[in-house]
């Protein structure tokens, strides 16, 4: 990919904010363009007959069917079509999993114990650091990442909210990944990838922390942490509420974010539909087609729904479940 020449320090801000940020909106033009034809495809996609609705052995009568897949577009398709080299080796290990096809799974850490992470990090595809439902700090989470840096599990954190001030913060600690809680529309999938990645392709700022030298040392050789960082980063949004279900093609649409899944705890809670119910399923069915119909990726933070759901196969992100080389925890406890 090109990219823009440095600007001449004689253009006035206003015209230099202008061009900084041309990229970002260009792409987020050509999203809300193939958002909306996508949304003209998916409307048919989504009125299928009963006897399709029924095909699906063991669902009940669900009224969604699903979107059949075109080997011509697996899944996340749009992922790489946004990294600045498709071709780039990974050192996010979980996004290299997710675009070869396979299912990921985390462990979670909610509450600062540098021996637990250490110990369990190596077993699993990535760490589900939990900053919404709990009171550990930023701090805590760059000193637990600082202890047993690049050990195996990619870290990704659940920021609190979209704001720049959260987003940015969890990159300069040295995240490779985002997890957004309860993104209801478009505009706040935008507000949090729009800060998870430097210019010119969003409008990461440029700060301290330790990031830079924590993945400094697993940069291909020929790269550097700067041109490399864009093209291994996550940025997650949860699909928490009814609302979030009607705007899943808008939100699964917008440039830069990589991974949808269901929050599906609270969306039971949100909708009053049990989880085992058609119902719900109709509900992950919407997001699923719309997710794929984006060209992203899609999971469920259940792990439940890796397997036995006739949706599991296109499960791909998962927090907690089993771990990738069979390490159990001691006692067979924890999250």
Known sequence: MTRATPLACTIPARQRQRQSTSKWEERMSRGKLAGLLAALALIEALVPSVAEAQSLAGWGTGTISLEPLDAGRPWGWAVGDFMDDPNRALYNTAKRKLLAGQQVYSHTISAFDIERYCAEAPHFDFTWFEMQHST????????????????????????????????????????????????????????????????????????????????????PSGSNFRESINDNMLVIVMIETPEGVDNALEIASVPGVDVVILGNADLTSFSGLAQNSPEYHDLQARTRNATYRAGKLWGNAAFGNATGNPLSGDSRFHQNGPSNDGWTRPGGGGE
């Open 136 to 219: 550990m700090d930023y701090g805590e989470v760059e000193a637990m990442v600082a202890a047993c840096p690049r050990i195996g599990a990619t870290p990704v954190l659940r920021i609190p909210d979209a704001l720049e001030g959260s987003v940015q913060k969890a990159m300069d600690i040295g995240m490779l990944g985002i997890i957004v809680p309860t993104v209801d529309d478009a505009l706040e999938a935008r507000e949090a990838a729009r800060y998870a990645r430097f210019p010119p392709t969003a409008r990461r700022s440029s700060g301290g922390g330790q990031a830079t030298g924590l993945w400094t040392p697993a940069v």
